[in-house]
């Protein structure tokens, strides 16, 4: 059995304001979804186009993993797939990290404090990325987002905690998050395992 985890993120192709606000979260249209499959250790993007393949692909993972999807990416796709996306097993950083904290945090707060690393834009400019036909840059910049993501993960699953930037006077704290469920467990292969028989 493989590491059947995915990180996952997606760029929409409008804003809310364009469609009324987020009751109309369904209107929002996919340009890209990016993922991270740790089962072949690549990085790969699905256009819409191609969302029938990435339905099919979550419906075998054991852990989706994201920031803020379960609210927000995980509902955006709800309008193209035909199964519940309630159903998929979600572990969502935002999510934890509200429950912990009670206020949430932007994915740029938590990268630069915990990897010393930032976003490389902003949501706008995957829109207009979009819209302006750029459509390596705006694979770029959601993959990045992935890669940012599953760091900051494997950082809280090895280290038993993350760092953010307080929204007043941007100090440094820590968080103590207990991740250790999600770590794979080694697999020993049975099949090359050496037996002393007596």
Known sequence: MGDRRVVLDLETKKTFDEVGGR??????????VGIYDYECSKYRTYEEKELGQLQNFLIDASLIIGFNHINFDFAVLQAYFSIDVETLPAFDILADFEKKAGHRIGLDSLAKATLNVGKTGHGLDAIRFYREGRMEELKSYCLNDVKVTRDIFEYGIENGKIFYFSKIGQQKKEMAVDWKQYKKPKIVNLASAQYKLF
Not at 23 to 32: A, P, R
Request: glycine share 10%; net charge negative.
């Open 23 to 32: 009751e109309h979260i369904d209107q929002l249209g996919i340009s890209v």
